[in-house]
């Protein structure tokens, strides 16, 4: 006898569920926090918050870090021949709650400096790395980004640490 219909029926509850418990176990893994930014086709600045951000290789030079295929700063960085990351520092977490916002101009105010091909640099940062958008990768519902550093800086601030989705600060163990 054939099952009935609803038997193969997929509770969407126990979904979103699934999903819940793969974002806590995800948010475990503590980050820094970085504001990704470029230039878009019309010269205008564009920015996100990212905390995929990573370092691949260090001859070659490389990092990595991910962007929603949902996200509308998509083309811009696909597009663009660099991109600079901005290491947020542990007074920046209102910058971070900016670029992770949809505000029409997350950049009022902020004193830019011009990086490679225009790629802002925001002050008060602890680091910045400007970087050739060298390859790009599907990776699932995200465009996967390796980038060459071309030139980087330091300062020697406390960084954000990000963790749980709360920020956070370092502490020595
Ligand atoms: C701490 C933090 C880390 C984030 N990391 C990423 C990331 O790695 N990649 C991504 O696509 N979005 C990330 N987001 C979400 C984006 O910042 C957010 O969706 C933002 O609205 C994207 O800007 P846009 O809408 O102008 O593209 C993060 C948000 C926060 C608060």
């Known amino acids: 006898m054939n099952k009935p219909i609803e038997a193969f029926r997929i509770d969407p509850a126990p979904a979103a569920a699934g999903q819940r418990a793969l974002r806590d176990a995800l948010g475990a893994f503590a980050t820094g926090v970085t504001v990704l930014t470029t230039r878009g086709a019309g010269g205008e600045p564009v920015g996100l918050t990212v905390n995929s951000f990573n370092a691949v290789s260090l001859e070659p030079p490389l990092i990595v870090w991910s ?33 992770a916002s949809r505000a029409a101009d997350k950049f009022a105010g ?52 990000f963790q749980g989705g709360r920020y956070r600060a370092l502490r020595e163990v």
């Open 67 to 99: 962007l929603s295929l949902a996200s509308p700063s998509l083309a811009a960085f696909r597009d663009c021949s660099h991109y600079a990351v901005n290491v947020l520092a542990l007074d920046q977490a209102w910058l971070s709650q900016r670029f």
């Open 110 to 161: 902020l004193e830019l400096n011009p990086g490679l091909a225009g790629a802002p640099l925001l002050p008060g940062c602890c680091a910045w790395f400007e970087c050739a958008n060298q390859v790009r990768h599907d990776g699932g519902d995200h465009l996967l980004f390796i980038g060459r550093i071309e030139r980087h800086r330091r300062d020697r601030k406390e960084p954000l640490v």
